[in-house]
């Protein structure tokens, strides 16, 4: 059996990212070596997740007031039908295959991409998307246009 622990490190400053090298990657790395297993090293730029600050504006106020203020043909929905609407329009779907057993084609599924793993950055740009098509096409007027000044 092999262990699955893994070393997770942030850094946002190289004296930082030098006393935890020195610290906790070198003699995890070193103790891991020593046990005979094989490690595998990645780093990547950290991108924090969406906020809650943007969830509680996407949900408080732009929703919300998306669906108090607009229609189509007449009929409004509700927040989480203007949701959905917004998903499907700017987000899309994803698609997995995976074989199965006994057919000879895989088999397809087609997933509704989620805000859940947006990075701050991905979920500001979708903010605006919805918002620009809210105010242009809905003709939606919003108490409040920045997501970073929401309480």
């Not at 087609?110 to 500001?124: N, Q, W």
């Given at each position: 059996?092999?262990?699955?622990?893994?070393?997770?490190?942030?850094?946002?400053?190289?004296?930082?990212a030098?006393?935890?090298?020195?610290?906790?990657?070198?003699?995890?790395?070193?103790?891991?070596?020593?046990?005979?297993?094989?490690?595998?090293?990645?780093?990547?730029?950290?991108?924090?997740?969406?906020?809650?600050?943007?969830?509680?504006?996407?949900?408080?106020?732009?929703?919300?007031?998306?669906?108090?203020?607009?229609?189509?043909?007449?009929?409004?929905?509700?927040?989480?039908?203007?949701?959905?609407?917004?998903?499907?329009?700017?987000l899309?779907?994803?698609?997995?295959?995976?074989?199965l057993?006994?057919?000879?084609?895989?088999?397809?599924?087609?997933?509704?991409?989620?805000?859940?793993?947006?990075?701050?950055?991905?979920?500001?740009?979708?903010?605006?998307?919805?918002?620009?098509?809210?105010?242009?096409?809905?003709?939606?007027?919003?108490?409040?246009?920045?997501?970073?000044?929401h309480?």
């Open positions: 059996m092999t262990d699955q622990t893994a070393l997770n490190l942030q850094w946002t400053n190289p004296d930082q030098g006393a935890s090298m020195r610290a906790q990657f070198i003699p995890y790395v070193k103790e891991k070596l020593e046990a005979g297993l094989c490690l595998a090293v990645s780093v990547m730029e950290l991108e924090d997740a969406r906020s809650l600050r943007q969830n509680a504006y996407m949900w408080g106020v732009v929703l919300k007031e998306i669906s108090e203020q607009a229609t189509v043909n007449g009929i409004g929905a509700t927040l989480d039908g203007w949701h959905l609407y917004f998903k499907r329009k700017f899309g779907y994803q698609f997995t295959k995976t074989k057993p006994g057919a000879k084609r895989p088999s397809v599924t087609k997933t509704l991409r989620s805000t859940k793993g947006l990075s701050v950055k991905k979920m500001s740009v979708y903010l605006e998307q919805v918002i620009a098509e809210a105010v242009t096409v809905f003709d939606v007027r919003f108490s409040e246009r920045d997501w970073t000044k309480r």
